[in-house]
Every structure is written in C-alpha cells, then in structure tokens.
C-alpha cells in the first residue's frame, strides 16, 4: 500500500476550473494504478477516473468526460485532476486511489489505499 494526501479543493463558480493533486509515499508508486472517486453528501461513493501505470490510459464516468483530465508525473509521485466546466453536481468529496494489478478501473474495491479526502464545492 501507499499513502496518499490530497490537495487543490476548495469552492468554485460554476463554469470554473481546480485542480486537485495526489501526493504517494513509497518508491513504487510507477507501479500502481492511480484513481479519483467522488462521494457527494448522501450518495454513494462514484468512480470518477483512473490513469494505468503501465501506457497511462486513461478512464473516466461519462459524467466527467471531456471536462476532466487524469494525468501523473511519477517522477514526484502525484496523481492530477484537472476539473474544467465545473458544474455544482460536481460538488463533492473528492478521493485519490491506488492500487496494482487493476483489472476493474471503475470499481472502489478494485483500490486498496486510499486518501482522506478533499472538498470541491461548486456554486450555481
């Protein structure tokens, strides 16, 4: 497992942009397959998008694609999240995960480290 801290929350006008940060510990962090789910207050928690270690595909809901963008350095260990066209059903609690060996990118128990969560709230 990895340890992740998310970072680059915080409230936006609707039609607005953020991007969220993914800061790993540990060597291998080029190995995992990396993850952004959502939990918006009182749903449950939804898959967002995902980027491969290995060719760095890219996955995303179809509620995002084509406003956000998954992308990773593994030189500094971070996973990003480029959210455009916010809208407020963005509004959510926003949570990086990582694991290896992925073969469902889209499911949360695909992912066994996960990190403590970062607030988006988008106003209309």
């Known amino acids: 497992q990895v340890q992740l801290v998310e970072s680059g929350g915080g409230l936006v006008q609707a039609g607005g942009s953020l991007k969220l940060s993914c800061a790993a510990s540990?060597?291998?962090?080029?190995?995992?397959?990396m993850a952004w789910f959502r939990q918006a207050p009182g749903k449950e928690r939804e898959f967002a998008a995902a980027i491969t270690w290995s060719s760095g595909h890219t996955y995303y809901a179809d509620s995002v694609k084509g406003r956000f963008t998954i992308s990773r350095d593994n030189a500094k260990n971070t996973v990003y999240l480029q959210m455009n066209s916010l809208k407020p059903e963005d509004t959510a609690v926003y949570y990086c995960?990582?694991?290896?060996?992925?073969?469902?990118?889209?499911?949360?128990?695909?992912?066994?480290?996960w990190g403590q969560g970062t607030q988006v709230t988008v106003s209309s």
């Open positions: 995960a990582a694991a290896r060996g992925v073969l469902h990118h889209t499911a949360s128990w695909s992912y066994d480290s």
């Open positions: 540990g060597r291998t962090f080029s190995t995992y397959t």
